[in-house]
């Protein structure tokens, strides 16, 4: 393995987060209980740090480092920069919760850096080896995440489901990439993808390859038939780690699934198109019916993530470079709603009480009418009603399906879709038809209302204007593939 300097460059983002870890480490055990805001405002800076690296080095050009296991291109540097983002907005949604129910602890921050740290890694690599180093980073810090609060049993419960199913889903992509490592002789995945174009190994070995990966990568998606853990995981993890969890990681899965799917074996798309076709379906069948029946909101949205999931899966197995984008687009766009549920979930609750039933829900416009609209403004987003930004998310992705000759496809995700819009317009109906069970004031932070407002709004105003971030996701996958 050949090294020099210039290598350090495209790396200095990842370089300069650990380097701002171990600090962050060192000075959060001088700490005591009541100086933790210092690690909070550490946290924040580390990221603005990362984000600013990130934009200073901007590549049209795909540029490979480290004999090519890592790849700054078009695609990385915006999903980084969406990456940053929503890990912030994350931070800022939960300072509140952590505080009132003795949380606050720098175990927290430096955890979700770890995490954040796993996820740029999965975003940039172009080596079997380095997508699963940055996927057991990622996996390995979120384990430790939902079982933060120790007192829980329901939080240790979810960790240990967690932890049991992912060392199994991470076997499975490991097993699948050895068979793809003996039929072509490389790990590297553009090495992969020229061992395919010419023909290089045997059929019956890359197919088998192919569906433990499809099966790994399904389940760090939550699809269905991988998906058991995501309700128990989003239920019993604390509020904070849940929105974490919804939101960031979609970013780095959606990246990681390009990378090999895309990138490395795009030529036996025809395979794993099938299998996607199938898990697509799965996902937005099991995820928008079951949701109808959940009374719990944090297991509402978890089956309401399954069926997102499967609407994501359709870009990509489109096959085509609108759908990559489209997918791409989807996936930001269901970042940032999905920060915004749980960031509501965080806002109507207070010490001692969990705002996680629907029920809790009742009446929110005559406590808090802005609450309620801006609740409104996510759940109909998530819906696909125009004018906000998830209509137009889900019209992109149906375009490609349409467009792959898939028609059928497409009016069966419509059907679900339109399944899906019974839950998330119930929970309208409750906010603004329904008398109120709760009479306590809503109590948050001014700068998580601000960041909130801000958030809910920006799902309005991507709406009304989708142009700039599609034309965004298109350009950068256009530049990467």
């Given at each position: 393995?050949?090294f020099?300097?210039t290598?350090?460059?495209?790396l200095?983002?990842?370089?300069?987060?650990?380097?701002?870890l171990s600090?962050?480490?060192?000075?959060?055990?001088?700490l005591?209980?009541?100086?933790?805001?210092?690690?909070?405002?550490?946290?924040l800076i580390?990221?603005?740090?990362?984000?600013w690296?990130?934009?200073?080095?901007l590549?049209?050009?795909?540029?490979?480092?480290?004999s090519s296991?890592?790849v700054?291109?078009?695609?990385?540097?915006?999903?980084?920069?969406?990456?940053y983002?929503?890990?912030?907005?994350?931070?800022?949604?939960?300072?509140s919760?952590?505080?009132?129910?003795g949380l606050?602890?720098?175990?927290?921050?430096?955890?979700?850096?770890?995490?954040?740290?796993?996820m740029?890694v999965?975003?940039?690599?172009?080596?079997?080896?380095?997508?699963?180093?940055?996927?057991?980073?990622?996996s390995?810090?979120?384990?430790?995440m939902v079982?933060?609060?120790?007192d829980?049993?329901?939080?240790?419960e979810?960790?240990?489901?967690?932890?049991?199913?992912?060392a199994?889903?991470s076997?499975m992509?490991?097993?699948?990439?050895?068979m793809?490592?003996?039929s072509?002789?490389?790990?590297?995945?553009?090495?992969?993808?020229?061992a395919?174009?010419?023909?290089?190994?045997?059929?019956?070995?890359?197919?088998f390859?192919?569906?433990?990966i499809?099966?790994?990568?399904?389940?760090?998606?939550?699809?269905?038939?991988?998906?058991?853990?995501?309700?128990?995981?989003?239920?019993?993890?604390?509020t904070?780690?849940?929105?974490?969890?919804?939101?960031a990681p979609k970013?780095a899965?959606?990246?990681?699934?390009?990378?090999?799917?895309?990138?490395?074996?795009?030529?036996?798309?025809?395979d794993?198109?099938?299998m996607?076709?199938?898990?697509?379906?799965?996902?937005?069948?099991?995820?928008?019916?079951?949701?109808?029946?959940?009374?719990?909101?944090?297991r509402?949205?978890?089956?309401?993530t399954?069926s997102?999931?499967g609407?994501?899966l359709?870009?990509?197995?489109?096959?085509?470079?609108n759908?990559?984008s489209?997918?791409?687009?989807?996936?930001?766009?269901?970042?940032?709603?999905?920060?915004?549920?749980?960031?509501?979930?965080?806002?109507?609750?207070?010490?001692?009480?969990?705002?996680?039933?629907l029920?809790?829900?009742?009446?929110?416009?005559?406590?808090?009418?802005w609450?309620?609209?801006?609740m409104?403004?996510?759940?109909?987003s998530?819906a696909?009603?125009p004018?906000?930004?998830?209509?137009y998310?889900?019209?992109?992705?149906?375009?490609a399906v349409?467009?792959?000759?898939?028609?059928?496809l497409a009016?069966?995700?419509v059907?679900?879709?339109l399944?899906g819009?019974?839950?998330?317009?119930?929970?309208?109906k409750?906010?603004?038809?329904d008398?109120?069970?709760?009479?306590?004031p809503?109590q948050?932070?001014?700068?998580?209302?601000?960041?909130?407002s801000?958030?809910?709004?920006?799902?309005?105003v991507?709406?009304?204007?989708?142009?700039?971030?599609?034309?965004i996701c298109?350009?950068?996958?256009?530049?990467?593939?």
């Open positions: 393995m050949t020099n300097m290598d350090l460059i495209p200095l983002p990842e370089i300069f987060l650990l380097a701002m600090f962050i480490l060192i000075v959060d055990v001088m005591k209980d009541e100086q933790r805001f210092i690690t909070y405002v550490l946290s580390t990221l603005a740090g990362c984000a690296l990130t934009f200073k080095g590549n049209t050009e795909p540029v490979y480092v480290m296991m890592f700054d291109d078009a695609m990385a540097d915006v999903l980084k920069l969406a990456l983002l929503a890990v912030a907005i994350m931070m800022v949604y939960s300072r919760y952590l505080q009132l129910r606050y602890k720098g175990e927290y921050y430096v955890l979700t850096l770890f995490a954040t740290l796993g740029m999965m975003i940039s690599a172009s080596h079997f080896l380095t997508l699963y180093l940055g996927l057991e980073l990622l390995l810090s979120l384990y430790a079982a933060l609060n120790r829980s049993p329901v939080a240790t979810a960790a240990m489901k967690y932890f049991v199913l992912g199994i889903a076997g992509l490991l097993y699948g990439m050895s793809i490592y003996g072509t002789g490389s790990l590297l995945l553009s090495d992969v993808s020229v395919l174009q010419e023909g290089i190994g045997q059929k019956i070995p890359l197919v390859g192919v569906v433990f499809v099966a790994g990568l399904a389940f760090k998606l939550g699809a269905v038939p991988f998906h058991m853990w995501v309700p128990d995981v989003y239920q019993g993890a604390p904070p780690v849940t929105l974490f969890i919804s939101s970013l899965a959606f990246a990681f699934t390009i990378r090999l799917l895309v990138q490395g074996l795009e030529v036996l798309h025809t794993w198109r099938d996607l076709i199938l898990l697509s379906v799965l996902s937005m069948a099991l995820g928008n019916i079951t949701a109808i029946a959940q009374t719990n909101l944090k509402m949205l978890a089956y309401s399954i997102h999931m609407f994501l359709l870009g990509i197995l489109a096959g085509s470079q759908g990559y489209a997918s791409m687009f989807y996936s930001v766009v269901y970042a940032l709603m999905s920060l915004g549920g749980f960031g509501m979930i965080l806002l109507l609750s207070r010490q001692g009480f969990e705002s996680e039933e029920d809790d829900l009742k009446g929110l416009n005559q406590r808090s009418p609450a309620a609209f801006l409104l403004l996510l759940m109909f998530m696909g009603i004018p906000t930004v998830g209509f998310a889900k019209l992109s992705v149906l375009q349409v467009e792959a000759d898939l028609i059928w009016v069966v995700a059907l679900f879709s399944i819009a019974y839950y998330y317009l119930r929970i309208v409750l906010m603004y038809f008398e109120p069970i709760q009479s306590a809503i948050a932070s001014s700068d998580m209302r601000l960041a909130l801000v958030n809910g709004l920006a799902i309005l991507l709406g009304i204007l989708p142009g700039p971030l599609m034309n298109a350009i950068a996958i256009q530049a990467s593939l």
